[in-house]
Nanobody, 121 residues
Framework: QVQLVESGGGLVQAGGSLRLSCAAS????????MGWFRQAPGKERDFVAA????????YYADSVKGRFTISRDSAKNTVYLQMNSLKPEDTAVYYC??????????????WGQGTQVTVSS
């Protein structure tokens, strides 16, 4: 029911910042819990952050706590991931996802195509 398109990925040096966007169409993002996941080459797709659909409570992987912030703009039907103090190990393809339930595993109903984030040493 919802289509998700990520943008904002690119190259950044270690310690820098980047903001990813996830634009939704077809349904309002407030219908869903929205999540961000990432997948590095040769590794599993891992949970990064999520925002609950009603309470807007947020959840973060331990590896990004204090550095990343998930937020949403209902008027723009867009979810953001602000990434600060980036590390080389943050390098991955980042995916936006939507589901009706809260989850920290890659079992979401809808997925975007991904956007590449590369952090140089």
């Amino acid at each position: 029911q919802v289509q998700l398109v990520e943008s904002g990925g690119g190259l950044v040096q270690a310690g820098g910042s980047l903001r990813l966007s996830c634009a939704a169409s077809g349904r309002t993002i407030t219908t869903y819990t929205m999540g961000w996941f990432r997948q590095a080459p040769g590794k599993e797709r891992d949970f990064v952050a999520a925002i609950q659909r009603i309470s807007t409570l947020t959840y973060y992987a331990d590896s990004v706590k204090g550095r990343f912030t998930i937020s949403r703009d209902s008027a723009k039907n867009t979810v953001y991931l602000q990434m600060n103090s980036l590390k080389p190990e943050d390098t991955a393809v980042y995916y936006c996802a939507a589901d009706f339930n809260v989850a920290t595993t890659p079992t979401y109903r809808y997925w975007g195509q991904g956007t590449q984030v590369t952090v140089s040493s």
